[in-house]
C-alpha cells in the first residue's frame, strides 16, 4: 500500500498566509515592516541562490530584507561589521549568516556575534545549548529541524514514546532535530559516516529523519512497515531524460520508501518550501518581541 504523502507545500503556503497577516499588523502598529537582515559572503552559486529564495518568500509575506553580499577574499572583520550594523539596525529583527562561509572566516566566530534577540536562524551557541537542555526553550529553534517537527506535528504523528533514528548529525539540522525529538519525548538513535549496521538501525525506528546528504541512501526495505519518513535532502543527480540534464532527489530511495513508509516527504516539495517558512516565523516573532521589550 503506498504511503501517505506529507505536502509540505500545502502546510507552507497556509502558515505564510498567516504570517503575512501578522506582518501586516504589526507595520500598521509600528509603522515600518517586520525586517530581516542577510549576510553572504564569498561566491557559492546554492548559497546566492537561497538568499534570492529567501528574499522573494519575505517580499511575498510582507516582511522587509535587507541582503549584504561579500567577496569571498572579506575579512572576518568586514564580516562582523556587517554584523553589527545589522545588530544596531532598529529595522532588522532578524539576522540570516547564510552557511557555509569561506574557510579562513570563523563561523563560529560570526554567528557569536549575531545579537541573539536576532538570531532567527537559531544557531547562536546559548539557543543550541537551551535547546540541548531539559527544562529550558531556546529564543529560536533552526529553520529545517522545525520544519521536520512541524510536518510531524501536521501529520497526527505521535512523538511520545515513538523510535526515533536521525540519519546525519550536522550542526544544521542533524543534530538540532535529534535535540528537539528528545524534547518530544521521542527516544532518539543518531547515525553517522561512522556508524555500523544503519538498515538494521532503520528497521527499528518509528520515525525515520534522513539528513546525510547521500542521493538515496535510505533504501524502502531498511524501513518498518508504516514509518514515518522525512527526507531533509535535496541532492542534484544527473538525469539524461529530463530537459535539463540534472534533477533532484532527497537522501531517501522514494520509489522503493512510498511503498513501505506509512507516510513520507517528497522531493522537492517537503522539508525544502518550511524551511523558508519557519525562516519567516521566526523573523516574525523577533519583531514581536523586540516590540515588546
Known amino acids: 500500500m503506498s ?57 511575498k509575506v510582507g516582511i ?37 562561509l569561506p574557510k579562513h572566516i570563523d563561523e563560529e566566530r560570526v554567528l557569536r556575534a549575531v545579537s541573539i534577540d536576532k538570531d532567527v536562524d537559531g544557531f547562536h551557541p546559548i539557543n543550541i545549548g537551551m535547546l540541548g537542555m531539559k527544562g529550558r526553550e531556546p529564543l529560536f529553534t533552526p529553520a529545517t529541524p522545525t520544519g521536520c517537527m512541524v510536518l510531524l506535528k501536521e501529520s497526527g504523528v505521535k512523538t511520545e514514546g515513538a523510535s526515533a533514528i536521525v540519519i546525519g548529525r550536522s550542526n544544521i539540522v542533524g543534530l538540532p532535530v535529534a535535540l528537539m525529538l528528545m524534547k518530544a519525548n521521542a527516544t532518539v538513535t543518531v547515525c553517522h559516516s561512522r556508524t555500523r549496521n544503519i538498515p538494521e538501525l532503520v528497521a527499528q525506528a518509528d520515525i525515520v529523519i534522513a539528513a546525510i546528504g547521500q542521493p538515496e541512501f535510505v533504501k524502502g526495505s531498511w524501513l518498518k512497515p508504516g514509518a514515518v519518513v522525512i527526507d531533509v535532502g535535496t541532492n542534484k543527480v544527473d538525469d539524461p531524460n529530463d530537459e535539463k540534464g540534472y534533477k533532484y532527489v532527497g537522501d531517501v530511495e ?33 519583531a514581536q518581541r523586540i516590540a515588546a521589550l
Open 64 to 100: 522587509h530584507s535587507d541582503a549584504h553580499f561579500l567577496t569571498a577574499d572579506s575579512s572576518q572583520q568586514e564580516v562582523e561589521d556587517v554584523v553589527a550594523g545589522l545588530n544596531a539596525d532598529p529595522h532588522i529583527h532578524g539576522i540570516l549568516v547564510q552557511l557555509p
Open 254 to 286: 522514494f520509489a522503493s520508501a512510498v511503498n513501505a513508509a506509512g507516510a513520507i516527504t517528497r522531493v522537492p516539495g517537503g522539508v525544502g518550501p518550511m524551511t523558508i517558512t519557519m525562516l519567516l516565523a521566526n523573523t516574525l516573532k523577533a
Open 3 to 59: 504511503a501517505t504523502i506529507i505536502d509540505g507545500k500545502a502546510v507552507a503556503d497556509r502558515m505564510q498566509v498567516e504570517i503575512g497577516a501578522g506582518a501586516k499588523a504589526f507595520q500598521d502598529k509600528f509603522g515600518f515592516p517586520p525586517g530581516l537582515g542577510a549576510v553572504l559572503a564569498g561566491d557559492n552559486p546554492a548559497s546566492a541562490q537561497y538568499v534570492r529564495m529567501k528574499r522573494r518568500a519575505c517580499e
